[in-house]
């Protein structure tokens, strides 16, 4: 009870309006940038553009960090950076889904772009949604913690034995079958457009059904992510702004790393592993163990390390 009870405390803490303004505002001007300047015309993207953008994306998180820790105080930031971290490791995962998903509906790279854009924008708003049901939860019910330990350390068990269908086929999927029993839907890529107009009748383009099933696995991996961070901080600023850096850069993340997340073949273990630790820590203060907030960012940190140089030192099948 105890524990509880200090979590509580932390989460009386709560951010300036100015804060939030601050942080809508560099958000704003990020999504502008990226629709109306950078991509404005549907092009493939470059390997030195992906990779300035990925790192470009990854220096505003962190100076936004460094934000934190001058009005909140280092301990709020290193929470921030945890959850950064954990955040962007698992939209590692992510990226192998979206892969199989653009794949099997055979969009060409230079219109994923549109896709993604609009699947990171839909998922600003839903994180928000799910994130804010989720503090209500704590709030109102402390121990739904110790349920979120649980949800997190049985799905790192089953994330460490479950093996991915690469030739899965979305077109064979129940989704699928279910939106074109109610919608007109073609399998023909018709430029950028979500939706098509032919005989008088509306069509529902390839695009448009990647972007549901992206938006849709986008709120099924949400419940790994959410319960994660909510039992690093119940800081609902460093919750939300930490979830949203990590899926700002998911698309520049994605145009890099696509092609070579399959070769990462310690990264899935490593992320199961994250997920048992920080589903067991809730629990480590009953047998007397202790785990400050710089702690949990380095051995998140050194988990993912050891889980990408392991990769990297596999002897490859030849």
């Avoid at 089953?158 to 064979?172: A, G, R, T, V, Y």
Wanted: charged share 15%; net charge neutral; proline share 2%.
């Amino acid at each position: 009870m105890e524990f509880l009870q200090h979590l509580s405390e932390n989460h009386t803490i709560l951010s300036a309006p100015w804060m939030w303004t601050i942080f809508g505002i560099i958000v704003l001007v990020l999504l502008y940038l990226d629709l109306f300047v950078f991509h404005r015309h549907a092009e493939e993207p470059k390997l030195s553009g992906t990779l300035a953008a990925c790192i470009f994306y990854i220096a505003i998180a962190l100076i936004f960090g460094i934000f934190v820790i001058y009005e909140r105080g280092w301990e709020t930031g290193v929470l921030y950076y945890t959850g950064f971290l954990v955040e962007k490791s698992l939209s590692l995962d992510n990226i192998f889904v979206i892969s199989v998903i653009f794949t099997s509906l055979k969009i060409e790279r230079k219109y994923q772009h549109r896709v993604l854009f609009w699947g990171i924008l839909g998922a600003i708003v839903m994180r928000g949604i799910l994130i804010g049901v989720g503090d209500v939860l704590v709030v109102n019910f402390h121990w739904i913690l110790y349920l979120f330990s649980a949800f997190l350390i049985y799905t790192g068990i089953k994330m460490s034995f479950h093996k991915e269908d690469e030739n899965s086929d979305i077109q064979e999927s129940k989704m699928y079958k279910i939106i074109s029993k109610y919608f007109h839907v073609t399998k023909e890529i018709r430029g950028e457009h979500f939706f098509v107009k032919e005989n008088g009748k509306h069509y529902i383009t390839p695009l448009f059904f990647a972007l549901l099933i992206i938006e849709t696995m986008d709120v099924i991996f949400a419940f790994d992510s959410i319960p994660a961070i909510f039992l690093i901080t119940q800081d609902v600023f460093v919750v939300y702004t930490s979830n949203i850096f990590a899926i700002l850069g998911l698309r520049a993340l994605y145009f890099l790393l696509a092609a070579a997340v399959n070769s990462f073949a310690y990264l899935k273990p490593a992320l199961s592993v994250i997920l048992i630790f920080i589903g067991s820590k809730i629990f480590l203060p009953y047998i007397g163990i202790t785990i400050s907030s710089v702690q949990s960012l380095s051995i998140t940190f050194s988990i993912i390390g050891i889980g990408i140089i392991a990769s990297l030192l596999k002897p490859k099948r030849l």
